[in-house]
């Protein structure tokens, strides 16, 4: 008889332990019934199918100039006095000659004379999170780019405000180069 209740005893046991990793399974599969299943991979490969598409000519060039506008725009709309404008400098390569040279003669000193190194902390932070494509050709992109910007004055509080620059792009040497920043108003 004692032999009799071990051995009931212990299937018992093992029938209980079969329950628990049936369960466990059943519910770490979270219980998605077949059709569940098929649907799921049925809407994985069509996204895999699309992502895998080749991007049209136009579309590549329009992911390539708002990718430059964004980081020229966001570089160059953010400086401070204290870094001397290095920034500005750093950006020279992704400009036109026409261009690199009218922040060199102009836009850099007018900054510097206006914010010097040695007076009150300057700085100013920007942010681009918005850009339209204003008019295109082959060879010019004109793009309009939405910024935040965060203006810090030594002594002040900060200052938030929205601010638009348009940008003037051209392709040379199959490269897309700033060729024009021009600033709006502050909102």
Known sequence: MFNRT???VLF????IFIGIVAALFTIRKGGE??????????VVSETSAAAVAPASEEAKKEIAVKALAVAFVERFGSFSNQGDYLNLQELLNVMTPTMANWVKSSYLPKLKKERPADGFYYAISTKAPVVEVLSEKAEAVKLKVTTKRDEQIAGQENKEFLQEITLDLVKQNNNWLVDGAYWGNKK
């Open 6 to 8: 071990k051995i009931a």
């Open 12 to 15: 018992l046991v093992a029938v």
């Open 33 to 42: 019934k077949p059709a569940e299943k098929e649907k799921a991979a049925v």
